[in-house]
């Protein structure tokens, strides 16, 4: 199935740091020995809260092929089928959300404001997130040996693992989602749909190549230890829709910055495209998603400061295993009017590390300010509250999590911006019409050079 505010009770964290220094970085050997013991490997709380609302950690174990083609709910009857037999606990609506206010983003209390049928449908909680033994091992070596050197792009030491499990500022929590686990090698579809307020819907259709040269599991992975360092190497083309079709998108992910690529059919050429970051708009998406709200958040960190909050227990879309399923159809089935169907999203209580980015002086962005809200267990972001330069919120982020226990990968499917102003939104990452990703390709560096895009847009 892999196609398949404002009042905050604050859970404080033991000596976490309110500011933003990025000086701050590396743990003593004291504190690392938490790590699989009162701490998961990655650094979140294995125990569950006192209320008894949130379990303790209990990973699900890999299963299957790691290409993903068999994650299905009769192949995985001990797991994800029983999740999806599960009954809501508790459903919020326009009506009583005020009393979860607490335990909900800004974005999500102003959903309700804005459309009295809004709701979400809450279940028990689930804590099955793991990660390979190999996460685990560097994880633990780079709480002790992984710094950043003066600036939040200067990381230094990390390598395989999350760098920093038991992190101290919010540039440290932001790390950890850029460079989680997300396997290899992938090559997915991507089908995205902007919604207009009518109900009219466009559908866009990419597919996406993508290398993780950080998280290789063998003797060529990169170990970071300078900005011109390359985590990550991107290649999609756009299928459709046929004015579209054809449009190449090359990128580079380096530590402090990107190198990109762009090809469209009406140039017909490969151009360097510096543009392709920050709050420039994704080709294609009619200025709904800006660069870097792909992932819910990435590329460079040099315009904002991040400030670690803390934990909180939040109710967030987490194990959305039926938004995922093949049968369904996007606009039949997923897509509403005014936001995505709210029968098939699936909410839960977790701790979330909360991280407030504010615009640095000097700097430009159409976001003045953001809140993250990142899972303890997977250290990906799964909602963002996003605000204009008039400090009134703009956009809001959610990501549908799922985990699939074949490569033990995390993340959203689909992910959400809803603009809360003009009333547009725009969904990504969706797969049900595609193909299952397949996570046991590989590709060489070579296949991502602009001279082998050149040589492939002129067969």
């Known amino acids: 199935m892999n196609r398949l505010i404002q009042s905050i009770t604050l859970i404080a964290a033991a000596g976490v740091s309110l500011h933003s220094a990025a000086g701050l970085a590396k743990v003593p050997e004291s504190e690392a020995s938490k790590l699989g013991g009162e701490l998961t490997p990655v650094g979140a709380t294995k125990a569950g809260n006192d209320a008894g609302t949130i379990p303790a950690w209990d990973p699900w174990p890999q299963k299957g092929k790691l290409s993903g083609e068999d994650v299905t709910a009769e192949n995985y009857p001990d797991t994800i089928a029983k999740i999806l037999a599960e009954e809501p606990r508790l459903t919020i609506t326009a009506d009583n959300y005020q009393e979860h206010a607490d335990k909900l983003t800004a974005g999500h209390q102003a959903m309700f404001e804005l459309y009295p049928d809004y709701k979400m449908q809450v279940y028990p909680t689930h804590r099955n997130v793991g990660y390979p033994d190999n996460i685990y091992e560097f994880t633990k070596q780079n709480a002790t040996t992984t710094t950043l050197d003066g600036c939040n792009d200067c990381l230094r030491n990390a390598e395989l693992g999350f760098p920093f499990p038991i992190p101290k500022t919010g540039t440290e929590v932001m790390w950890n989602h850029r460079l989680r686990w997300r396997g290899e090698h992938v090559r997915r579809n991507?089908?995205?749909?902007?919604?207009?307020?009518?109900?009219?819907?466009?559908?866009?259709?990419?597919?996406?190549?993508?290398?993780?040269?950080?998280?290789?599991?063998?003797?060529?992975?990169?170990?970071?230890?300078?900005?011109?360092?390359?985590?990550?190497?991107?290649?999609?083309?756009?299928?459709?829709?046929?004015?579209?079709?054809?449009?190449?998108?090359?990128?580079?992910?380096?530590?402090?910055?990107?190198?990109?690529?762009?090809?469209?059919?009406?140039?017909?050429?490969?151009?360097?495209?510096?543009?392709?970051?920050?709050?420039?708009?994704?080709?294609?998406?009619?200025?709904?998603?800006?660069?870097?709200?792909?992932?819910?958040?990435?590329?460079?960190?040099?315009?904002?400061?991040?400030?670690?909050?803390?934990?909180?227990?939040?109710?967030?879309?987490?194990?959305?295993?039926?938004?995922?399923?093949?049968?369904?159809?996007?606009?039949?089935?997923?897509?509403?009017?005014?936001?995505?169907?709210?029968?098939?999203?699936?909410?839960?209580?977790?701790?979330?590390?909360?991280?407030d980015a504010t615009l640095r002086d000097g700097t430009s962005h159409q976001f003045k300010r953001r809140t993250f809200y990142i899972d303890e267990d997977g250290w990906n972001i799964v909602a963002v509250d996003a605000y204009d330069n008039r400090d009134e919120l703009w956009k809001f982020q959610e990501a549908a999590n799922v985990h699939l226990p074949t490569g033990q990968f995390v993340g959203g499917a689909p992910e959400l911006i809803y603009d809360l102003q003009s009333g547009l939104y725009f969904s990504t990452a969706m797969t049900n019409e595609g193909q299952p990703n397949d996570f046991s390709v590989t590709y060489e560096d070579r296949h991502f050079s602009p001279q082998t895009l050149k040589r492939r847009t002129t067969r």
């Open 190 to 355: 991507n089908d995205q749909a902007i919604v207009q307020q009518d109900g009219d819907t466009q559908i866009t259709k990419l597919v996406e190549e993508v290398k993780f040269p950080y998280t290789l599991l063998n003797d060529d992975r990169v170990i970071i230890d300078d900005q011109d360092d390359i985590m990550i190497y991107y290649l999609s083309e756009t299928l459709a829709p046929p004015r579209n079709a054809g449009g190449f998108l090359l990128a580079w992910e380096h530590v402090g910055y990107r190198s990109a690529w762009l090809y469209n059919t009406g140039l017909r050429r490969v151009r360097r495209a510096p543009n392709v970051a920050y709050d420039n708009p994704y080709e294609g998406t009619d200025g709904q998603q800006f660069y870097d709200q792909v992932d819910m958040y990435n590329g460079a960190m040099d315009r904002y400061d991040y400030k670690l909050v803390g934990k909180k227990e939040m109710l967030i879309p987490y194990n959305n295993y039926a938004i995922n399923q093949p049968d369904l159809e996007y606009e039949a089935d997923l897509l509403g009017d005014k936001y995505i169907n709210q029968d098939l999203m699936r909410y839960e209580l977790h701790r979330v590390w909360v991280v």
